[in-house]
């Protein structure tokens, strides 16, 4: 996300980017997953280096990044390492990353943008959603419950466990269990 710089980010950026330091700042560019609220989260960039982020053919433009992943501010640290770990399989980016060391949270942060976050999943493979139905794929043992689910029971309406991806929640005989996903198809 992005918004028009502020005096505080103008002040601190001297009025240039601080990814390229050629261009005049002009956007206050908050590196994901923060955003705009306070300062600490924003980099000021140019015109230039923000349509390079949006353009993968603007490969040569990043190596300025060689100076701006030394700046002393934490987003701009990231926001820099980012963009050189967008094109690590580049001799030059790759040999930048590896002569910097920059502080754990910091590069949690720049490469929190490739987590790929964890869905639940069916025995099949299929993605499972809050709501949807299912049919269990073998015959369970609901502990403490004196019963036993049959294999083909169909849950309707079952609820994510937010925590455990291997995990949903459903009702069977009006009761609520956790139920395995590897157990289950989706209907």
């Not at 002009?26 to 960039?45: C, Y």
């Amino acid at each position: 996300m992005s918004t028009t710089i502020t005096p505080a980010l103008k002040d601190r950026s001297n009025g240039t980017c601080e990814l390229c330091t050629t261009e005049a700042a002009t956007i206050a560019f908050a590196v994901s997953p923060k955003n705009n609220d306070v300062i600490e989260n924003e980099v000021a960039i140019c015109q230039t280096c923000a349509d390079a982020m949006k353009n993968p053919d603007a490969v040569m433009h990043w190596h300025c990044l060689a100076g701006s992943i030394w700046n002393t501010e934490p987003s701009v640290q990231a926001l820099s390492y980012r963009l050189l770990y967008k094109h690590k399989d580049q001799e030059w980016a790759s040999e930048i990353i590896d002569t910097v060391e920059l502080d754990e949270a910091v590069s949690n942060w720049a490469l929190s943008a490739f987590q790929v976050k964890e869905l639940h999943r069916d025995s099949n493979g299929t993605e499972l959603l809050h709501g949807d139905t299912v049919v269990l794929t073998q015959g369970l043992n609901v502990k403490g419950a004196n019963f036993m689910a049959p294999k083909g029971t169909i849950v309707r309406r079952i609820k994510l466990v937010p925590d455990n991806v291997e995990q949903i929640e459903g009702k069977i005989n009006d009761q609520t269990i956790v139920i395995l996903t590897k157990y289950v198809r989706k209907s």
